[in-house]
């Protein structure tokens, strides 16, 4: 009887490990990792266990005890089926789990927005890919939209006016023939755009897919051909020479098109509620946001956070920097090339205490840059650039602080070696014969090359790095951009890095000689703003191919874009004047 019990056991034991035990030892594609993986603390029960738990070895831990003999070897290349990134092969589902931290049963109920989504709202953050949104100058009006429907065009008709043979699914997927005559160029371009624009705004009145948030991996599957605005039109299909199929469009435009109730699905173009600078087709896309409010101060913070992660952000980065500045002036023997890493790994820092909330822009130029040449909302420009200016500050007055004994001791030595403790602050022409045409394109150029890496950084259809990597390769290359440029006005490439600790150092009594070389303008604010416009604009024009830069759609769409924010700004400005009579 106990042999017959021993021997069962035995045959329990035996069944379980052939379970846990892969059947197939060459199992080293991901999907077939994930589906093999089990927890190690999942508990199971067996009929031969007496009602005693057993805990479920994991396949990780059976796939040790395989003798290594016989489990085939494996290249990485074949582990990771090749897909790579900067820091390595993409993790498994073991791995992510293992770095998943606690959370205690409840927490979730009591802070709710832990389980946040990822990209609930966009980010323009210098720590991961630039947000894709859809600006005003990418989609066409009320009235242009009523014209288009009013005068409805064969598909690719303006290209075959000029005798182009060519299918009108390839013109909007954008695959446009090279010809030496701009006319063609320009003819084919048209029907992309007229094309593109009928099929998303058809999709949006038939209520399809147009406002679903769609992953740009499933956004890349196979496309169906377009659908023309008139509810009665087939799909694109190539149209013959001397074909007619031009169908003429109804008496009445659709309830959704008429002029007194102009709409698309549920959002109204002109909707006063919607913010101006975000088109109501983002609108749609923006999840709404779950926030923890558990305090006074919580509700504070909720509605300025982004101002307060760059406020933060920003005085971590210039305490770091001028400290290390201080550090090689006072001690009169360090190698200025050490501050150049120390503003580097400063500026990484900066980026990844703010750059997931802000973005961590850290500069009014990368802001302003942002707006312009991807759709960051210019309602938070003033804001940042406030939140920016008072980070400065106080990392000025802190710095100067931290090391006011050896600024006294520094000085004592000489009363005429403040110039040094000046430098370690704000920016100049450091040498006497460096000009002003020198100081500015110093600047200038400078921020050009940080702006096109940072674009370039941001741009998900380029070569982003992964795993966190854009924190520290901006920081890498402020280090490269501080040895390159410094020596000469010591690289400012941000206009409140220099503006902020100039007005401390005018607090601390430094007498206004500080404002006397009109450098403190022309380099730190004219030169980096219009350095980070030329930056953007090359970038944009050899490089990015997204709707949202103005580089990227017709000039006449941009000039519209403009003229209507004119016009709501007076109509702003008007309504206040009645409100004050």
Known sequence: MERRDAEGNKLARTKSESVDTPTSPARSTRSRADESFVSPTRVSFDATSNGT??????????????????????????????????????????????????????????????????????????????????????????????????????????SQKLGLDIDPNDIE????????????????????R????????????????????????????????????SPNATKLSSVEEGEDQHQPPSEEPPQDLREDNFTIGSLDFDHEALPDDLHPLVQGLIEEEVHNNHTTWSVIRTHHREALAEALGVFIQLFIGFCADLAVTVADAGNPNTTAWAW????????????????????????????????????????????????????????????????????????????????????NQRKAWIGPATAFFNEFLGTIVLTTTIL???????????????????????????????????????????????????????GRDLFLNPYWFYGPWVGTISGAFAGGFLYDFMVFTGGESPVNYPLERTQRAMRKSRMKWKRRLHLREKVKA
């Not at 997927?173 to 160029?185: L, V, Y």
């Not at 710095?399 to 070696?417: E, F, K, R, V, W």
């Open 456 to 510: 370039a950084l941001g741009d998900d259809q380029n070569a982003p790095p992964g795993a966190g990597m854009n924190s520290l390769i901006i920081g890498l290359v402020i280090t490269c951009l501080m040895i390159s440029f410094a020596y000469q006005t010591g690289a400012a490439f941000n206009p409140t890095r220099d503006f902020g600790p100039r007005l401390a150092l005018l607090a601390l009594g430094y």
């Open 173 to 192: 997927r954008g695959q446009i023939q090279k010809s030496a005559d701009p006319r063609e160029i320009s003819a084919q371009v048209e029907d992309a």
């Open 344 to 427: 580097g790994f400063a500026t990484m820092s900066g980026i990844y205490i703010s750059g997931g909330v802000s973005g961590a822009h850290l500069n009014p130029s990368i802001t302003i840059m942002l707006w312009f040449y991807r759709g960051f909302p210019k309602r938070k420009m003033p804001e940042y650039c406030i939140a920016q200016f008072v980070g400065a500050f106080c990392a000025a007055l802190t710095a100067y602080g931290l090391y006011y004994q050896s600024i006294q001791h520094y000085l004592s030595i000489d009363t005429n070696m403040d110039t040094g403790i000046i430098n370690s602050f704000v920016t």
């Open 53 to 158: 738990d057993v805990r479920r070895r994991s396949s990780v831990t059976s796939r040790r005890s395989v003798l290594p003999s016989l489990v085939p070897r494996t290249t990485l290349a074949e582990r990771t089926q090749g897909e790579f990134i900067v820091a390595g092969p993409d993790e498994t589902t073991q791995l992510r789990l293992s770095h998943e931290p606690f959370v205690q049963p409840g927490y979730i109920d009591l802070n709710p927005s832990y389980e946040q989504p990822a990209n609930a709202k966009p980010v323009w953050s210098l720590a991961k890919p630039l947000p894709r949104v859809v600006r005003p100058g990418m989609v066409p009006t009320k009235a242009e939209l009523l014209e288009n429907h009013a005068s409805a065009q064969l598909p690719a008709e303006n």
């Open 194 to 229: 007229l094309q593109r624009e009928s099929n998303i705004m058809n999709k949006i009145l038939s209520g399809g897919a147009g406002f679903s948030r769609v992953s740009r991996t499933s956004s890349m599957r196979g496309r169906q051909p377009s659908e023309w605005l």
